[in-house]
């Protein structure tokens, strides 16, 4: 109950920040599993992973699990992981973020939900090298994306499933002017993308340097957790390249295609990778620690 309160006075304050969380839970578990290495900040024996150029003024909601992680130490010192933490705060922004009018109710109906197992442990250290190596980038092929889905235990439904949490929050624009612009150094924009999209992408997102660090919408409902993510890659107005990518494989494209029109299946098939997503390299028992602060080792 403390993290969902937590949760969702946070959300209350900046509705982006539902995105962000699930985002901190994704991003931590597909480099080196779910051990909380992404909440690291740098020491003198290593890099952590918020300054990797994946994570760094880009990844977010940091301060929220160290004021859940505040609060939980209160309640039961040294006893649940930020790792635990991290994992529940995904569960709960994702499960709120749909409630109409930001009803007080938390236990109205809202997102997926799945159920969230714990007793997972601290890791000692972070890689900030890995996080290339092991997270999967917005201009990879689909082919690659889903090799380091695979080599996490993941599968290639995981990953069209997985890229639909992208119905939340927005992107930066230097991901996407490519797209918009030059696209495969033609000096023109990507000709699959829907022309309207275009044009209201190109006045988010205009052609010079500065606009770099602008956002533009994952999907057309940024602060609802639906179905939308799929219907604007059938609609050719997938935002980032390896979104639109997925319409492409005959595979992947089949699932995209039904998802778009079957959301309830989306829910379903989304809580079931989330479940999957946060067993991924798990520590427990003896490996590891409970960090009674999530920014540094004991």
């Not at 539902?18 to 779910?34: E, I, P």
């Not at 624009?173 to 022309?195: H, Q, Y």
């Not at 993510?229 to 319409?247: E, R």
Request: hydrophobic share 35%; net charge neutral.
């Amino acid at each position: 109950m403390i993290i969902r309160y937590s949760v969702w006075s946070a959300f209350k304050n900046e509705s982006r920040i539902a995105a962000s969380l699930l985002r901190l839970h994704f991003h931590d578990c597909l480099v080196n599993g779910c051990e909380g290495s992404i909440l690291l900040d740098d020491t003198i024996d290593f890099k952590g992973e918020k300054n990797a150029p994946a994570n760094r003024n880009s990844a977010r909601g940091y301060e929220v699990i160290d004021s859940i992680k505040a609060e939980v130490e209160k309640a039961c010192p040294s006893t649940v992981s930020c790792t635990d933490i991290l994992a529940l705060a995904a569960r709960e922004a994702v499960v709120m973020v749909n409630r109409v009018g930001k009803s007080e109710n938390l236990f109205q109906t809202g997102g997926p939900y799945w159920p969230v197992s714990l007793g997972r442990r601290d890791g000692l250290t972070a890689n900030q090298a890995a996080v290339a190596q092991e997270l999967p980038s917005p201009i990879e092929s689909l082919d690659d994306i889903t090799a380091k889905f695979t080599s996490k235990g993941l599968d290639v439904k995981d990953v069209v499933v997985l890229s639909g949490a992208h119905t939340l929050g927005f992107a930066q624009c230097f991901l996407i002017k490519r797209r918009l612009f030059n696209f495969k150094n033609t000096g023109k924009p990507d000709p699959a993308l829907e022309s309207s999209a275009l044009t209201s992408l190109q006045g988010m997102c205009p052609n010079k340097d500065a606009s770099n660090a602008n956002l533009a919408p994952l999907d057309s409902t940024t602060t609802r957790f639906d179905n939308s993510y799929y219907t604007n890659i059938v609609n050719n107005a997938g935002l980032l390249d390896s979104d639109q990518a997925l319409l492409m494989n005959p595979t992947t494209g089949e699932m995209v295609r039904s998802y778009s029109s079957n959301p309830y299946q989306f829910y379903s098939d989304f809580a079931a990778s989330m479940v999957k997503l946060s067993s991924v390299g798990v520590l427990t028992g003896k490996n590891g620690e409970i960090r009674k602060k999530c920014g540094s080792v004991n």
